[in-house]
């Protein structure tokens, strides 16, 4: 049996804990409290009391806290076999920690994302015009030499934090002039990573993809692509996933072959990585590769319909288990979309506690985190979303039409709209 190390973990990722613990492992738990609202309380608090070990420890991003950590929390450290985490914010940690683990070098390089832009293009690996500024002149030089539309968004972002489409000049200098107020806004867990360099690319326009790579022992599976819901208004805002992808199986090869490229170039080499690509009318172009597992709801929405728990593949991988053949086989299709509001918006009055029931009763899975008189505020990163709606159904269409039914219902009874999803562009009618 091994001893494995968690640096913090996501609200589902609790479940990889809970896997380690029974295939009869020790867990050590770090957790950070900068980041507990990436998961609720219950949530937190079931991973401290399934660990063998668990410590708080003041910030990822501090070698003597991270150092630390796993002495503090009571473990041997000399005993820890393997390190992982299932949070972005705690995949530096866990590589820095790592007996055996994602590289270091490699997560150091997919945190820039400058950088990580950088290496593709000295590989050869196709990816986007890009260029790294640190002011609002530079950023209008880069978006007149990329050429409009390009987006705008931190080398070391995550969750969509001061990120936005610029389709002109003034665009540029209006995301620069908003950039202060916008970090200010942010929880102090998300802007506290974030420097002053920020990414010009070229946006690509075409239908948004994700794919887990599974990395060991020198090789690469891609294991499973999502297709991605984003808002209408604004699709730099991600609204959901649905699992199998929709794409008929030469562009999924043909993704998944792109994907391990992309992992290989940045050195990955052990773990589940994420991958996000755009599907554009002549081919595949990455988004940005993250050397953690998918974060939101998608790991649940995979293993409904997989037939294998993905925390339990994450977990297994790291202490030496196998790498699975190939993709994993799917049965049937999920679709999961968030609860997200366009402005700030409030939940009526009066409005009986288990208001979310009859809703859920439709769903396969689902939640909703607001009561009676609840103030949402507009959807501006990942964390803003207040509820989830999952659903099963025979095919990848059916599974994304009932989320929708469901959710507009559910705008109809709270009286305010969310934020309108647009799927991928359907397939040309033969
Ligand atoms: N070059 C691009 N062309 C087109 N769209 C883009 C481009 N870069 C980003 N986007 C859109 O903006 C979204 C956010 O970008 P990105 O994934 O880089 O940000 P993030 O903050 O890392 O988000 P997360 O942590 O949620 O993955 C993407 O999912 C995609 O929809
Ligand atoms: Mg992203």
Known sequence: MSHLLFVETTGLGVQALARAKRSGHTVTYLHCPLYDFTATSAQRREAIQLADHAVPFADPLAGDAVYGAPLA?????????????TLSYGAQAAADLAARGTSPAGTLVARDKGERRRILRERGVPSVGFRVVTDAAEALEAAEAIGY??????????????????RDPLAVSAHFAAAAADRDGLTEGMARRLDERYLVEELVSGDLYSLEVAASGGRLVPLVCASRKV???NPVLELGCTVPSGLPATDEAALGRYAVEVCRALGFDLGIFHVEVMHTPSSFRLIEVNPWLTGGSLPDTISSVAGVDVFALLVDLFPGGPLPDGPLPVKGSASHSFLAAPQKSTVPALLPDAWFASFLARLHSGYARVGAGDVVPPMRTNFDSFGMLRAVAPTPAEAEAACSAVKADIEGFLGFPSLAERTRTPAPVA
């Open 231 to 233: 808002s209408r208004e």
């Open 149 to 166: 539309p390009v987006i705008v968004k931190p080398v070391l972002g995550i969750g969509k934090a001061v990120t936005s489409i610029a």
């Open 73 to 85: 929390s009571g473990a041997d450290p000399g005993s820890v076999d393997a390190v992982l985490s």
